[in-house]
């Protein structure tokens, strides 16, 4: 697969030298999942990712807002939890909880400031936000707001969401 997109890259960009354009291209903003494989505090998450095949959709145009759990909030889970659920036959349970700390569209935290609402997430499923005092979802705080990204925006927060 490596040696598919290298071979396409390659492609794209002797198609760009050719015609002349390739001295205007701009690095892009990086996505979702690049800003959180940089970041070093969501190991876990970018594993977890991994093991649902999210990443192409992390990836993708969106937008989205994501509630990021850090490492050490996957740590707090009780012992086990996080390797029984990487386990391929927990790939659909996996899914779910990922997919609960996505939201469809970029929310900044500004757009939630003295608001108390609920939200669909990706999974279906809604979460409850309150941006009357600082930002909550559910029972985890938003401890760093606004990590843009080229197709949306991080929320930093403290606790795995749990459907």
Do not use: W
């Not at 707001?145 to 795995?160: K, L, P």
């Amino acid at each position: 697969m490596k040696l598919s997109l290298v071979l396409k890259a390659t492609v794209v960009a002797g198609a760009l030298a050719v015609s002349g354009c390739a001295e205007m291209m701009t690095p892009s903003e990086p996505n979702i999942v690049e800003v959180a494989q940089s970041a070093g505090s969501f190991n876990t998450l970018v594993a977890a990712v991994g093991a649902a095949d999210l990443a192409g959709v992390l990836s993708s145009e969106g937008p989205f807002t994501v509630f990021a759990p850090t490492d050490e909030a996957f740590a707090a889970l009780p012992a086990g939890t996080v390797d029984t659920l990487l386990l391929p036959e927990n790939k659909d349970q996996l899914t779910a909880i990922l997919t609960y700390h996505v939201v469809p569209g970029k929310v900044m935290a500004a757009d939630l400031a003295g608001q108390r609402l609920s939200v669909a997430t990706v999974n279906g499923a809604s979460v409850h936000i309150d941006g009357r005092s600082g930002v909550t979802v559910e029972n985890a705080t938003v401890t760093a707001a606004d990590i843009e990204a080229s197709n949306g925006v991080i929320h930093v927060i403290d606790t795995v969401l749990l459907p």
